[in-house]
């Protein structure tokens, strides 16, 4: 598949590691169909014109069967040479604390939608064995997220899911890559309700165009999985080794609510 390009689709495209992906699809000289469910996907799609893209934008809530339908209908028959599967969706405090739903629209969100898009999508490639998927998971996922327990837990489904996939579709020419970020410098942390814990707060977070460059040059390259940072590979490999009661506090000294003060 080297040098091909054509239509990407990039979920979550409105701001964030999403609105940086869908500049790479652009630099790689891909037409775009951006998605996000809010009306700021239409000022994203204006900035990828200026950068000599054709651009569409869909608002949809990719929560819903309808949202994903919605985005499926704007694309058409039309190949997906590139999925770059980027919404998400997280959730701070503790889980009994939490709005139920909230609670379901963040596994809807980062599961149900993910997986639905996924499978339309992932067929059509199948059947013209060529395409690329990259899924924005995280190193979250490999970790029990006291404090942000069911967002963690939706990413440990993201991770697993991505590398099952790639081993099933081995002996085709579709790709499938998980993009494994650590805290990333977005509103991520804001609409999580998260503005007053460590993580929130820390300054040191990464840089989400590089994020995304990260994971876009794995895609293109066609490999498994990258994980963007050097401090989160090394967190990543420890997480491998520790035991997940020790990973759990540790967790919990970056998210409980309050420890922004620590």
């Known amino acids: 598949m080297a040098g091909e390009v054509g239509l990407a689709v990039v979920t979550g495209a409105s701001t964030g590691i999403g609105y940086e992906l869908a500049k790479c699809s652009v ?4 037409d775009l169909v951006v998605a996000a469910d809010e009306p700021e996907i239409e000022k994203a799609g204006n900035d990828f014109r200026k950068l000599g893209a054709h651009v569409e934008t869909v608002q949809a809530d990719l929560a819903i069967k309808e949202g994903v339908q919605k985005l499926l209908d704007q694309i058409g028959d039309r190949p997906v040479a590139a999925l770059l599967a980027n919404a998400g969706r997280g959730l701070g405090h503790a ?8 609670i379901q629209r963040v596994i809807d969100t ?5 997986v639905l898009l996924t499978h339309k999508i ?9 395409g690329r998927i990259l899924f924005t998971g995280s190193i979250a996922g490999f970790m029990p997220g006291a404090f942000q327990a069911v967002y963690n837990a939706t990413k440990a489904f993201v991770d697993s899911f991505s590398w099952a996939l790639r081993n099933e ?8 890559t ?9 509103e991520f942390f804001d609409r999580a309700h998260m503005e007053d814990t460590k993580v929130g707060t820390d300054p040191s977070k990464d840089d989400p165009a590089m994020v995304a460059r990260t ?10 999985g990258v994980v963007a ?3 989160n590979k090394i967190q990543a490999s420890m997480a491998h080794v520790m035991p997940a009661e020790m990973l759990a506090e540790q967790h919990r000294k970056m998210a409980e609510p309050g420890t922004a003060e620590k």
Do not use: H, W
């Open 27 to 30: 630099e790689e000289g891909y």
């Open 95 to 102: 889980f009994l604390d939490q709005n139920l739903d909230e």
């Open 110 to 114: 980062n599961i149900s939608g993910t």
């Open 122 to 130: 992932g067929n059509r490639m199948r059947e013209r064995n060529r």
């Open 169 to 176: 579709l081995k002996d085709s020419d579709v790709t499938i």
């Open 178 to 186: 998980c993009l494994m970020p650590g805290p990333t410098d977005t």
């Open 215 to 224: 994971g876009f040059d794995a895609m293109m390259k066609g490999e498994a």
């Open 229 to 231: 940072g050097f401090s």
